[in-house]
């Protein structure tokens, strides 16, 4: 994990000094987000559970370099945090005390690649967009169920990154990398030359699975039969699953050698002098 770690901040670090010239435009955003952890094999619950609003959302810095006023290409890093809660619907109209709920919960740090698009730069106001792919690097994957008081049980947290099966045997439940994509598009507001914010709406999913070959055997999952010449075998299978969020994204946008619009540059200054 730490070398994955370091091979990210080098491409990050490599990025910027890449886009260290005129053009380079920098941001920091904050996403809060409705989150959604789905499979298909999850509906099989759902005669005793019921899923709850969940929140997740995403924060971090970008670096891009704009080749024209509208068109530019960045990337960066970003801390992302995605959830699922439950509830047991026969505990769903008691107080929270009384209720037995449970939740699933990853945390990943991003390295995206991102198409921007945007209006007049001179604008107050103008539309702001940015799109593309995205690779998640696993931190943490953990879930806590939570009983009632009642039920004289203490609450059980998982950290699903150090679970071992009866063997002793280390299990893989979650993918240490995932592929991704994400947008946001919405309004920039021009504060000088320089800075300018940014109120966009968010959206994003994984594109690839994030349950790992393990996870069959913790989650819900169908039992599969297969046949062959050797004779018959049975084994676990779990549909793909997804995260998805949507939201919002606020952000400040900081250009250091912002260039004025050609309109505005081809104003040519009245200078006095004398009558001839």
Same mark, same amino acid.
């Given at each position: 994990?730490?070398?994955? *770690?370091?091979?990210?901040?080098?491409?990050?670090?490599?990025?910027?000094?890449?886009?260290?010239?005129?053009?380079?435009?920098?941001?920091?955003?904050?996403?809060?987000?409705?989150?959604?952890?789905?499979?298909?094999?999850?509906? &099989?619950?759902?005669?005793?559970?019921?899923?709850?609003?969940? /929140?997740? $959302?995403?924060? $971090?810095?970008? *670096?891009?370099?704009? /080749?024209?006023?509208?068109?530019?290409?960045?990337?960066?890093?970003?801390?992302?945090?995605?959830?699922?809660?439950?509830?047991?619907?026969?505990?769903?109209? @008691?107080?929270?005390?009384?209720?037995? #709920?449970?939740?699933? !919960?990853?945390?990943?740090?991003?390295?995206?690649?991102?198409?921007?698009?945007?209006?007049?730069?001179?604008?107050?106001?103008?539309?702001?967009?940015?799109?593309?792919? +995205?690779?998640?690097?696993?931190?943490? &994957?953990?879930? #806590?169920?939570?009983?009632?008081?009642?039920?004289?049980?203490?609450?059980?947290?998982? +950290?699903?990154?150090?679970?071992?099966?009866?063997? $002793?045997?280390?299990?893989?439940? /979650?993918?240490?990398?995932?592929?991704?994509?994400?947008?946001?598009?919405? &309004?920039?507001?021009?504060? %000088?030359?320089?800075?300018?914010?940014?109120?966009?709406?968010?959206? @994003?999913?994984?594109?690839?699975?994030?349950?790992?070959?393990?996870?069959?055997?913790?989650?819900?999952? @169908?039992?599969?039969?297969?046949?062959?010449?050797?004779?018959?075998?049975?084994?676990?299978? !779990?549909?793909?699953?997804?995260?998805?969020?949507?939201?919002?994204?606020?952000?400040?946008?900081?250009?250091?050698?912002?260039?004025?619009?050609?309109?505005?540059? %081809?104003?040519?200054?009245?200078?006095?002098?004398?009558? !001839?």
């Amino acid at each position: 994990m730490r070398l994955s *770690v370091f091979i990210i901040l080098i491409l990050f670090i490599s990025a910027n000094l890449l886009f260290a010239q005129k053009g380079v435009e920098y941001s920091a955003f904050i996403s809060p987000n409705f989150s959604w952890i789905i499979n298909n094999n999850d509906k &099989a619950l759902s005669d005793t559970d019921r899923c709850l609003p969940s /929140f997740g $959302g995403s924060a $971090g810095l970008t *670096v891009g370099y704009n /080749f024209t006023d509208n068109f530019g290409l960045a990337t960066g890093l970003a801390f992302v945090y995605s959830q699922q809660n439950y509830i047991k619907i026969s505990s769903i109209n @008691e107080i929270d005390k009384l209720q037995h #709920t449970k939740n699933r !919960r990853l945390s990943y740090l991003r390295l995206p690649i991102l198409f921007r698009l945007s209006g007049d730069p001179q604008a107050r106001v103008t539309y702001y967009a940015r799109f593309g792919a +995205n690779v998640d690097m696993l931190l943490t &994957a953990n879930s #806590t169920e939570s009983y009632p008081i009642t039920a004289s049980v203490k609450d059980v947290e998982i +950290n699903y990154r150090n679970v071992k099966d009866g063997n $002793g045997n280390k299990q893989t439940i /979650f993918n240490q990398f995932v592929f991704g994509l994400m947008a946001d598009i919405g &309004a920039k507001i021009r504060i %000088n030359d320089h800075f300018a914010l940014l109120f966009l709406l968010h959206l @994003e999913s994984s594109i690839s699975n994030i349950d790992a070959e393990d996870a069959p055997k913790y989650f819900p999952s @169908e039992q599969i039969e297969v046949e062959d010449v050797y004779g018959k075998a049975t084994f676990l299978q !779990r549909e793909h699953t997804t995260f998805l969020m949507s939201g919002i994204t606020l952000g400040i946008k900081y250009t250091p050698d912002a260039t004025k619009s050609s309109i505005h540059n %081809n104003r040519k200054k009245y200078k006095p002098g004398l009558w !001839r």
